[in-house]
C-alpha cells in the first residue's frame, strides 16, 4: 500500500495512507498525539505504581511512542521492558524522511532511536540499561502473548473505519488475557462501540480528554 510522509500541525511528520484516507498519528500533531495518549495518560500514570514496567505496543510502526517512552524512562528512572508488534515494519529510508531523531524531544537521544530501528526482530535485545525491547513482525490476529504479563498496552492500531478487524472482542480478550490485574489500556480511539467492547471483555473504561483536536480517547483498566 502506497505510504506518503506528510506534516503535522505540531511541525512533527507523520505517514498518510492515501488508499485508505488515514494516518500513522492525528493531523494535530504527532507528537503532542503521542505524548498525550500513550505517555501522559498511560505511562506516567502506570508509573506511580511501579518503576519496571512492561508495557506492549500494538503497531510499533514509526517507533515515536518507543522512543518517547524511553526519554520518559530516563528521566524517571524507570526500567521498561517493551514489546511492539508490527505486521508491515517501515523502510530506512522512510524512517529517515521522518526525522523523528531530530525532534526536540528525541535529539538528544538519536543514537538509541536508531537502534529501535536497527535491532532484530524476534529477540528480546538490551537497547540500554533501562530499555529492553522485544519487536514481534506478526499479524495481531496471530500474536499469542504470554498470559499475565503485561502493565500497560498502547492500543495504536489504525482506527476501526479502515482495519475494524484489529478492534473486534476476540482481539481485546487476547490483550486482556495478557495483561496483569491493574494493568491500562490506552488508545487514541473514543468510539462507543469500543468503549462497549473494551466492558464486554471485563475491563474498566474510562473516557478521558483526547489530544489537542479531540475531544475524548479511551483508558481502560483491567
Ligand atoms: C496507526 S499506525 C501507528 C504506528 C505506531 N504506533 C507509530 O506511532 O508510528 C498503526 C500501525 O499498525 C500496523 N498494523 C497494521 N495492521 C496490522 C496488523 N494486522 N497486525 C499488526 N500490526 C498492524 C501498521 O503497519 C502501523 O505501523
Known amino acids: ?3 506518503e510522509i506528510v506534516t503535522t500541525k505540531d511541525g512533527s511528520k507523520t505517514i498518510h495512507l492515501p488508499d485508505w484516507q488515514e494516518n ?10 503521542a505524548l498525550h495518549v500513550f505517555i501522559q495518560s ?7 505504581r511501579n518503576s519496571s514496567l512492561s508495557i506492549l505496543e500494538v503497531g510499533f510502526g514509526t517507533g515515536l511512542n518507543a522512543i518517547l517512552t524511553y526519554v520518559h524512562a530516563l528521566k524517571n528512572r524507570l526500567h521498561i521492558r ?7 515494519p517501515l523502510g530506512l ?3 529517515n524522511e521522518l526525522a523523528y531523531a531530530d525532534l526536540k524531544e528525541v535529539a538528544q537521544y538519536s543514537e538509541v532511536y536508531h537502534l529501535l530501528h536497527s535491532s532484530v526482530w524476534e529477540k528480546q535485545v538490551s537497547i540500554t540499561p533501562e530499555f529492553e525491547l522485544l519487536k514481534r513482525k506478526v499479524m495481531l490476529a ?29 482481539i481485546f480478550e487476547m490483550i486482556y488475557n495478557a ?5 491500562i489500556f490506552v488508545t487514541y480511539c473514543a468510539k462507543g462501540q469500543v468503549r462497549r467492547d473494551l466492558i464486554t471483555v471485563g475491563f474498566h473504561v474510562e473516557k478521558i480528554p483526547g489530544p489537542p483536536g479531540k475531544r475524548e480517547m479511551l483508558r481502560a483498566t483491567k
Open 1 to 3: 500500500m502506497k505510504r
Open 142 to 170: 496471530e500474536y499469542t502473548p504470554e498470559a499475565g504479563v503485561f502493565d500497560l498496552v498502547y492500543f495504536d492500531a489504525f482506527g476501526p473505519r479502515v482495519q475494524p478487524e484489529l478492534w473486534e472482542v476476540s
Open 93 to 95: 529510508d522512510e524512517i
Open 42 to 48: 498511560g505511562l506516567v500514570r502506570q508509573a506511580l
Open 179 to 183: 495483561m496483569r490485574p491493574g494493568a
Open 82 to 88: 517493551y514489546e511492539g508488534v508490527e505486521a508491515y
Open 24 to 33: 500513522y498519528h492525528s493531523h494535530h500533531g504527532a507528537v503532542q498525539e
